[in-house]
């Protein structure tokens, strides 16, 4: 019958002091998420490798880079035929990018009236964003800038250079979290 006490007190005095642990289990590691663009660049590559788009990429950031020449009517701001298949396949991909910033941002050249060259661009980024708006992408997830002639990627001197400077660029990054700490003034 000691034996038994015994046994059963020290049974009780190993619950209590595995109970009594200071020693807080640490809370699990939140999940990894893989962010949109690693998952679908390969497309990303091949929509643009088809469509003569140029795309560079800084680790999570994306620029699809859109040539007005062949996409865009040459007097107008209209987007053509030919333009509007290949925006509609990025449209379909940029849907799912929920957890990223889609920046749809307008160029000119520099010829023309500066006032001209803005309007041109923003016009330009907007067909480009009524295209992945109608394909299925969020008004809160795209931003739209109008740079005209500023940022020139060409040499305006010459027909190539300002080929090269009238473009939509769509630059795809992931989305900042929103702090939950407001910064004291």
Same mark, same amino acid.
């Given at each position: 019958? !000691? =034996?038994?006490? $015994? ?8 619950? =209590?002091?595995?109970?009594?642990? #200071? !020693? &807080? #289990?640490?809370?699990? *590691? ?21 469509? @003569? ?15 007005? /020449?062949?996409?865009?009517?040459? !007097?107008?701001? =209209?987007?053509? *035929? ?6 509609? @396949?990025?449209? !379909?991909?940029?849907?799912? $990018? ?18 001209? /060259?803005? @309007? ?8 480009? &964003? ?21 940022? *020139? ?11 090269? /400077?009238?473009?939509?660029?769509? /630059? ?10 407001? =910064? &004291?003034?």
């Amino acid at each position: 019958m !000691k =034996l038994l006490s $015994a046994i059963s007190l020290g049974s009780a005095l190993i619950l =209590l002091t595995a109970c009594s642990s #200071t !020693k &807080a #289990t640490p809370p699990p *590691p939140p999940p990894q998420v893989t962010p949109w663009v690693h998952l679908h660049i390969d497309e990303l590559n091949t929509i643009a490798a088809e469509e @003569r788009y140029e795309i560079e990429r800084d680790g999570d950031n994306v620029r699809l880079i859109i040539p007005v /020449n062949g996409n865009f009517h040459p !007097k107008r701001t =209209l987007l053509l *035929p030919s333009g509007l298949v290949p925006l509609s @396949r990025v449209a !379909k991909l940029l849907r799912g $990018a929920t957890d990223s910033h889609i920046q749809v941002t307008g160029y000119s050249d520099s010829l023309g009236d500066d006032t001209i /060259n803005q @309007r041109l661009s923003l016009e330009r980024a907007q067909a480009v &964003a009524s295209v992945l708006q109608l394909g299925g992408v969020s008004r809160n997830n795209m931003e739209l800038i109008s740079l005209g002639e500023a940022d *020139p990627r060409g040499d305006n001197a010459t027909a190539a250079g300002r080929e090269q /400077n009238r473009r939509v660029v769509i /630059n795809i990054a992931p989305r900042l979290p929103a702090s939950s700490v407001a =910064l &004291a003034p």
